[in-house]
């Protein structure tokens, strides 16, 4: 997780990445010197714990084995969601349904989740693609939407994200003989809004929400509903995490809602738009993840052989502190 000046220089002579390519400091987020370990960005050092994992694995597993490995990864990914979702939801603003299936075909998946909202229903795709680095920060746009409409849009033979909510709405909202979903009562529900949640911080960057709602509507283009749909809505795996503080009390429709009136294109990140519904309740810290976070602390400090904060006040108060 560290490295020194001259190993960082050893990787940058060697790849010449790009000057917005950070991968060397996500790969080494600790700077190593005369004995210390400085993080270069705390954030960056937090992500590790995730992909770190992941890419060590990768790297030590046969290339025929590494498409299972990611396919676990990703049902990681989705048990995860459903676990943050779970503990955030109150069963009153918002009803959670993880999993849903068409009550006509039992064996096949409306989205990975349904959030019902009162009178609107989120429909919800989980996305755990990983990005290449050249998709990401080689400055070529056409890098860029090649990913995006492989991993994140799909096609009529691919569905994936933009494709399996638009196939989704179809069966869910056609005027005629739409599909029922099992143990989800629909009646009355009147508006639906398609949502995508991308482990990769992809899903929180400018324009991403805008390029995935272009295809959506291209999709959606000349078709009438016996629901109201709204534009497709996209958020990373990071702002649904922030997001997860007010979803015991705010309908996560609404918050979409309020989303989209102060951005009609969708062409900004969640949190840079103000939320009229999310500034009423206040800043909020996500107590399920401050927790995690502790216990994480908690178990470096004891692999490292540290004493942490709380224990160096526990033994501050000792009667024995003077010796």
Known sequence: MSANADALAAVVNEKKPVANDFTIFR????????GYFFPLDVAILAEKFDSGPFWRVHEHIAPEDRGRFHSFWGNVFEEYITWLFRQCVDGKHNQFYPNPKYAARPTEQVCDGIMLCGRSAVLIEYKSSTFTVAAKYSGNPQELEKELRKKLVGTPESKKGVYQLADAVEKLCRQENPDKIEGIDM?????VFPLIITRDDLGSALGTNAFLNLHFQELMKGKRYSR???PMFCLSADDLEKLSAYL???ALADVLSARYKRDKVLQSSFWLVENSVLKKKGERKPTVLVGASGKLGHMMAGRLGLKDETQKAEAAESPNRGE
Not at 27 to 34: G, H, M, Q, T
Not at 187 to 191: F, H, I, L, N
């Open 27 to 34: 790969n080494k987020p600790l700077f190593a010197d005369i």
């Open 248 to 250: 015991p009390d705010c």
């Open 187 to 191: 009646t009355q529900v009147s508006t």
């Open 228 to 230: 109201s749909v709204t």
